[in-house]
């Protein structure tokens, strides 16, 4: 499977930053956009090369943020966040020069930093724990959509999660008055396993409110203007970081903006999802008190894009401390291709078992408790075969585990080791019956 064909899969496309990237996007006096559409200066040929990883003046804000384990691992009752987790907050793979995530983060940072200069505040540092409602109800999501669920999501209690997607964010700034920004942050959302799936990832996205001056001036509905001004602004952006390449707007669905599209590129030989975007929900405005203004919104997911440009055929080698791997990257380099420097055989194990009868089982918990046990040692947990017995109605399921090093190759014994805590994991904590 292609670098490519990879990514197409990955599970944190958007779902525009607000429900996925919605990864891991606040204001000044701004030159209006239908004057800009007659005079765009953007760099329109073969892409760019991103600028070195650092702060800029009136540009980025950012703070130190220290989670402690207390903080996130808690002996309420709601609470599911393991020590895997937790160990990846505060990692910051988005704040490190040298890193992919940083590099295209950047490389997106001084595309606005360029064009539009001084009018977005970049915002890279923000309190991964938020409230339910920042999360979910500040950008409308339903009450009964599954993102909400412990399966997908991971609460410190019922009222407080680890960000599912930095929009969780966006209600907060609206209300401090920020009124054109990027977010960058870590994300987390229980998820399978595989090469293009983590739960830790990272997401970008943007957010622009039109004054009233702009919509006046270009005698269009505040929709159209917002509608016209986010497609040219994304196009530049994504010539920016892909050159001179094919792309198509296409209509979507999101509960926070109306319109909505996704914006794909034809990349490789095949069209590829790049990001999610549209214009914002009136009540999203009016309930952070920007009461009748219209707003545009982007959400992108980092590990996506760098995937992508950089030809990572896996998204567990972002968090390898590798030589090997983080010595063929260098901030403002956008045009690296990583070569591959090992290919350590995978392992297989298989494991079958009964369901419990209550309907409590599900593949993420599955996947969770996997990851708890063998971190970054599992590749992919797949489900290849299922039945259900036709006369004691009882469902098995049989999943095969794929254990591969990064960076070494793994014994039978540590491999045996890990399999039988795997199982004896499902037994105690699952309640499934072993086969």
């Not at 996925?20 to 760019?48: E, I, K, T």
């Not at 950008?139 to 999501?153: A, C, G, K, Q």
């Not at 209690?157 to 930095?166: A, E, I, N, S």
Request: hydrophobic content about 35%; overall charge negative; some cysteine.
């Amino acid at each position: 499977m292609s670098v490519v064909q990879a990514v197409s899969r990955l599970g944190h496309a958007p779902r525009m930053c607000h429900l996925h990237c919605v990864a891991s996007v606040p204001g000044r006096a701004f030159l209006p956009y239908w004057r800009l559409l007659q005079g765009f200066s953007a760099n329109r040929s073969g892409g760019a090369q991103a600028k070195p990883c650092r702060q800029q003046k009136a540009l980025t804000t950012s703070s130190a943020v220290t989670v402690s384990r207390e903080d996130v691992i808690t002996n309420n009752q709601a609470n599911n966040v393991t020590d895997n987790i937790f160990q990846k907050i505060g990692v910051n793979l988005h704040q490190q020069p040298n890193h992919p995530i940083c590099i295209i983060k950047q490389a997106i940072v001084e595309y606005f930093e360029a064009n539009y200069p001084g009018r977005f505040t970049s915002f890279d540092d923000l309190y991964p724990i938020v409230s339910t409602k920042a999360n979910f109800d500040d950008v409308l999501t339903p009450i009964d959509h599954v993102s909400r669920n412990p399966n997908d999501t991971y609460y410190v209690d019922k009222d407080t999660v680890l960000r599912c997607h930095t929009s969780a964010h966006q209600a907060e700034l609206l209300r401090k008055g920020e009124k054109s920004f990027l977010v960058t942050g870590d994300v987390y959302r229980r998820d399978s396993i595989d090469a293009s799936h983590y739960p830790v990832f990272h997401q970008m996205e943007g957010l622009y409110v039109l004054s009233d001056e702009e919509i006046e001036a270009s005698g269009k509905s505040g929709t159209q203007l917002a509608s016209e001004d986010l497609k040219f602004v994304l196009s530049g952006l994504t010539k920016h970081l892909f050159g001179d390449v094919e792309m198509k707007f296409v209509d979507a669905y999101f509960p926070f903006t109306e319109p909505s599209y996704e914006l794909e590129i034809f990349f490789q030989g095949e069209w590829l999802e790049v990001l999610g975007c549209g214009v914002t929900q009136r009540q999203i405005l009016e309930e952070a008190g920007h009461m009748g203004k219209t707003a545009w919104a982007f959400g992108l997911g980092l590990e996506r894009l760098a995937m992508v440009l950089f030809d990572i055929p896996d998204i567990r080698l972002f968090w390898s401390n590798d030589k090997r791997f983080t010595k063929q990257f260098k901030q403002g380099q956008l045009r690296n291709k990583f070569k591959p420097y090992s290919k350590f055989p995978p392992c297989y194990k298989d494991v079958s078992f009964w369901l419990p009868s209550d309907d409590s089982f599900t593949e993420n918990n599955l996947c969770e408790q996997v990851r708890g046990i063998a971190g970054d040692l599992v590749e992919e947990v797949k489900l290849i075969d299922s039945f259900t017995h036709p006369k004691k109605q009882r469902t098995s399921h049989c999943y095969r585990i794929a254990y591969r090093s990064m960076e070494r190759s793994l014994t039978d014994g540590e491999i045996n080791g890990l399999q039988e805590q795997t199982r004896k994991a499902l037994a105690e904590e699952m309640h499934v019956e072993l086969r």
